[in-house]
T-cell receptor
């Protein structure tokens, strides 16, 4: 079974609007972390935001916020006030405590339209 | 210094060549990773080094040979590659591989785009 599912292969958003990128996950480990990375066409994976499974509040980092719904096992990324530079591939990833690596979703390509 | 550097940025090699990819970090991280990423796909873990020892090999063919000379450096030696090995190779580092918290952010380098002819 897929540990991380991103069902939106591509998304478009108007500049200055908000956009939500979906991510659902599957784990039986009670302790885990969820990450969002941005990958521009240059290739570098840029860390955006982290949410721990025991965190009571949704994580926020500037224009990025994570809509964490633990019971639904979803961790959607919300980008507010989209900018042209936000056009990139976005990956959701999960790490189970003590696990060796990050499990990545298949990614969502976001295009910001002027 | 919160940067992971990788050289070269681009590499084109023939199937009989021997080449090496290099990765360096100066954040004091003791875990380092190699990932392979094909176009329009997520990164796939290849190797994990923890405290300079190879701890994970995700069934990678022997034509890829990792090396960790010290805690700041990670190399990937390439020999007799196939055209299907063409991909973006990403290096990453993190503070520790096993910690009590689930938070273990991996810092990624810019990658090496490898083309095998």
């Amino acid at each position: 079974a897929q540990k991380i599912t991103q069902t939106q292969p591509g998304m478009f958003v108007q500049e200055k609007e908000a956009v939500t990128l979906d991510c659902t996950y599957d784990t039986s480990d009670p302790s885990y972390g969820l990450f969002w990375y941005k990958q521009p066409s240059s290739g570098e994976m840029i860390f955006l935001i982290y949410q721990g499974s025991y965190d009571q509040q949704n994580a926020t980092e500037g224009r990025y916020s994570l809509n964490f719904q633990k019971a639904r096992k979803s961790a959607n990324l919300v980008i507010s006030a989209s900018q042209l530079g936000d056009s990139a591939m976005y990956f959701c990833a999960m790490r189970e405590t003590g696990a060796n690596n990050l499990f990545f979703g298949t990614g969502t390509r976001l295009t910001v339209i002027p | 210094d919160t940067e992971v550097t990788q050289t070269p940025k681009h590499l084109v090699m023939g199937m009989t060549n021997k080449k090496s990819l290099k990765c360096e970090q100066h954040m004091g991280h003791r875990a380092m990773y190699w990932y392979k990423q094909k176009a329009k796909k997520p990164p796939e873990l290849m190797f994990v080094y923890s405290y300079e020892k190879l701890s994970i090999n995700e069934s990678v063919p022997s034509r890829f040979s990792p090396e960790c000379p010290n805690s700041s450096l990670l190399n990937l030696h390439l020999h007799a590659l196939q055209p299907e090995d063409s991909a973006l190779y990403l290096c990453a580092s993190s503070q520790e591989r096993f910690i009590q918290s689930s938070y273990n952010e991996q810092f990624f380098g810019p990658g090496t785009r490898l083309t095998v002819l």
